[in-house]
């Protein structure tokens, strides 16, 4: 009965702080990176600008708060452990017989409930997710980004932009090429500019259209059209993923099932693998911040004293984490270290220096 009392006295105390401090980030960033964007309203427009912004945020702030759920979930228990030892609460309950193992057991259970969620979320809408920003950014900053090259492979043809509107969805200096089956040119259409629909079509304006045969020889003189719609297998998104700025972003872009077939697609190019084991092994960050932020926290006699030094040192060791990870990410995706290695090792190092500390705190 006393553990039941305890396993929910943690637990709300936990998930209320967990989920204090993500509604208090998502507050500070929202308002943050409205003042930055308030200038970029006003050059869209003011209606269509908040509908945009709206939009934004409710895609935004899910991916952004995913990113950081092991930072919060060690602040969130943190707090708890503090807030009881400084109540003398753990003190009592050490009297009475409870190991400091049992009290952070909900804390665990709780943790690794999140960290579940937060992969199947990651894996299942975060990369839509972050096409889906990366799109909406690209309207709100008023965008143009030179020289695309789309293959259509539905339709058997190309389409070359000279220049994209992302706010607009209008396109200058156009060519579409058609293809025969065998791959030689059968049409090609030139135009000054054109605008991409809702429904898939491309609707080109002042187009040169030229025939070819089947040897790939000119077919008659060029016909000239005021407009031409041309359908194709084209989405503003594919235009984002192929701007230059987020061609960086492709592994964020990509689930793990398509990143497994990058891999296979690509076996002598280690950045995919290293990429791929670095996504699973994410999965247990944070039950690895709690292994190691939470003895110093409360596990050790001069952390008890003095909760501004264990709250240095468990920043220190998280910004530890994240510095292996970007460490051996780049060393696998050189080739300096085996890209399964690259993937695991930071995880694998302190989550053996978190359970050290967790055998050596005092309980």
Not at 230 to 239: F, I, K, Q, S
Request: charged residues 15%.
């Amino acid at each position: 009965m006393v553990f039941k009392r305890i396993d929910r006295y943690v637990t709300v105390s936990f998930l209320v702080r967990f989920l204090g401090i993500v509604c208090l980030i998502a507050a500070l960033y929202t308002s943050y990176d409205l003042l930055k964007r308030l200038e970029e309203i006003r050059e869209v427009g003011l209606a269509r600008g908040l509908a945009t912004l709206g939009q934004y945020y409710a895609r935004l702030l899910p991916v952004f708060l995913l990113d950081i759920v092991p930072g919060i979930v060690l602040v969130a228990a943190g707090m708890v452990m503090v807030q009881m030892a400084r109540a003398r609460e753990l003190l009592a309950l050490k009297a009475c017989g409870t190991s400091l193992y049992r009290v952070m057991a909900p804390i665990f259970f709780w943790t690794l409930l999140i960290s579940i969620a937060v992969f199947a979320l990651r894996e299942t809408f975060g990369p839509r997710l972050v096409r889906q920003v990366e799109a909406l950014s690209h309207i709100l900053d008023n965008d143009v980004e030179n020289q695309l090259l789309i293959s259509d492979a539905a339709h058997n043809r190309k389409v070359f932009i000279g220049q994209y509107d992302f706010s607009r969805r209008t396109m200058k200096n156009v060519s579409v090429l058609d293809f025969y089956a065998d791959g030689v040119l059968r049409r090609n259409m030139q135009a000054d500019g054109a605008a991409l629909t809702t429904a898939g079509v491309l609707r080109l304006r002042t187009v040169e259209v030229q025939e070819f045969d089947a040897s790939g020889s000119p077919a008659g003189r060029p016909t000239v059209l005021r407009q031409m719609d041309v359908d194709v297998n084209l989405t503003p998104m594919a235009l984002v993923e192929l701007s230059e700025e987020n061609a960086q972003k492709g592994v964020r872009l990509q689930t793990l099932p398509e990143l497994l077939t990058q891999m296979r697609r690509n076996p002598d190019i280690p950045f995919f693998r290293v990429s791929f084991h670095s996504r699973l092994a994410s999965f247990f960050g944070p039950l690895i911040l709690l292994l190691v932020g939470l003895p110093f926290l409360v596990g050790f006699e001069r952390s008890v004293n003095s909760r501004f030094l264990g709250i240095i040192v468990s920043i220190g060791f998280a910004g530890a984490l994240y510095a292996l990870t970007f460490i051996f990410t780049s060393m696998g995706g050189t080739g300096a270290l085996n890209p399964v290695l690259a993937g695991w090792l930071p995880a694998i190092i302190t989550g053996a220096l978190g359970l050290w500390l967790f055998q050596t705190m005092m309980t």
